[in-house]
Structures are given as structure tokens and as C-alpha cells.
T-cell receptor, first 116, second 110 residues
């Protein structure tokens, strides 16, 4: 158990809908990262937050957005869903700030999103 | 974006055999990482490499950070059934934005 929790574990929804994935980082970790894992694209970095502020962006679509709240939990919002958005979405957390060295990222168990 | 080429794609080996997999990149990384992912779980960090040429072990696992900073390998000695899973290499150019390889699926025949 990494200490990172993600809910829900599974989510099935229809095209065009909007969903919210939730992540609670390990106790004490200030950074939260979101990744998407799909069969064709592999594991891809989406976005990072540190202590409530966006710090880095990867291959995140404009239809996707995220935020980190004062209690440090984070939510990833996916809207206007398409079939190709079906994937595993992982949250990871680490203690450190971007650019101050490498900090081990601890991954949660993931949310499996199926868009039908 | 950056691409990591990880090979082999999959391996099916006999229990007790040694395993080797590697990763190459067209770009330089400051940190190389090796993760393992079991079914239904998130990736777990096995080994982190921070300096070119560094050779690091974690039990039966040994990994090296290539001198050119564009490659890394992972060796698993005396494989056992619980080594089954997907192994990913990842590079961190700076600032904890990880780029992952496509993974090596390891299957062990007991």
C-alpha cells in the first residue's frame, strides 16, 4: 500500500459526459501528479500540482483539468468524454517541489475509466 | 515529446534464470528509474539512478545509468514467480516530469 488513495476504482460512463476522479496523497506529501495509462499511448504524465498550485503540464487535453485543494487532495476533471479517453488514470504523490531535485513518486491504485 | 525505447517487449523465462532489459532515449536524462507494475496496481519504484555510470542494486535487481545518460538497463538475477509483472523504465529530465517506456512484460515459468 503506497498510502495514496484514489476513488472511484472503476467508472463507466457515456461519451459526452463529465467525470471527476479524486486522489488523496500520502500524509505529508505536497506534490500530486496525474498520469494516464492506455494501451496505445502507454503511461503519460498529465499534470502536477504542488501545495495547491499547478507546477508542470504534460500531454493533458484541454477537455481535462485538475486542481489541488487546501487539504492537498486533488481532483482530475474529464469532460466531453470520448471513447479514446478510456484508460487507467493514476495519481502519484511526492514530498518535494519541482526543480529542487528528484523526489520519489508514490502511485495510487488507479481509476479505470471506461467510456461507452 | 521525448520517447523511451524499452526492450524487449515481453519475456517468458524459466524460474531461476537471469533477466535483462534495457531502455534507450534520444535525449539526456538526469535521473533514470525502474518501476514494476502488478495487475490492478500502480507502478512501484524499484531502483532510482542519479549519476551517469552509476550501478545500483536492490536485492536481486541491478540497474545501471548509462555513461551517455541516454540509456539504462535492469538485470534481475535468479528469477522467481513473484517477479511476474510489467517493468517500466522512466526518465526524469528535470522537475519530476517522468517519461515512461512502453514496458517489458515478464512471465516466469515455474
Amino acid at each position: 500500500d503506497s498510502g495514496v488513495t484514489q476513488t472511484p476504482k472503476h467508472l463507466i460512463t457515456a461519451t459526452g459526459q463529465r467525470v471527476t476522479l479524486r486522489c488523496s496523497p500520502r500524509s505529508g506529501d505536497l506534490s500530486v501528479y496525474w498520469y494516464q495509462q492506455s494501451l496505445d499511448q502507454g503511461l503519460q504524465f498529465l499534470i502536477q500540482y504542488y501545495n495547491g498550485e499547478e507546477r508542470a503540464k504534460g500531454n493533458i487535453l484541454e477537455r481535462f483539468s485538475a486542481q489541488q485543494f487546501p487539504d492537498l487532495h486533488s481532483e482530475l476533471n474529464l469532460s466531453s468524454l470520448e471513447l479514446g479517453d478510456s484508460a487507467l488514470y493514476f495519481c502519484a504523490s511526492s514530498e518535494g517541489e519541482t526543480g529542487t531535485g528528484f523526489y520519489e513518486q508514490y502511485f495510487g491504485p488507479g481509476t479505470r475509466l471506461t467510456v461507452t | 515529446g521525448q520517447q523511451l525505447n524499452q526492450s524487449p517487449q515481453s519475456m517468458f523465462i524459466q524460474e531461476g534464470e537471469d533477466v535483462s532489459m534495457n531502455c534507450t532515449s534520444s535525449s539526456i536524462f538526469n535521473t533514470w528509474l525502474w518501476y514494476k507494475q502488478d495487475p490492478g496496481e500502480g507502478p512501484v519504484l524499484l531502483i532510482a539512478l542519479y549519476k551517469a555510470g552509476e550501478l545500483t542494486s536492490n536485492g536481486r535487481l541491478t540497474a545501471q545509468f548509462g555513461i551517455t545518460r541516454k540509456d539504462s538497463f535492469l538485470n534481475i538475477s535468479a528469477s522467481i514467480p513473484s517477479d511476474v509483472g510489467i517493468y517500466f523504465c522512466a526518465g526524469d529530465e528535470y522537475g519530476n516530469k517522468l517519461v515512461f517506456g512502453a514496458g517489458t512484460i515478464l512471465r516466469v515459468k515455474s
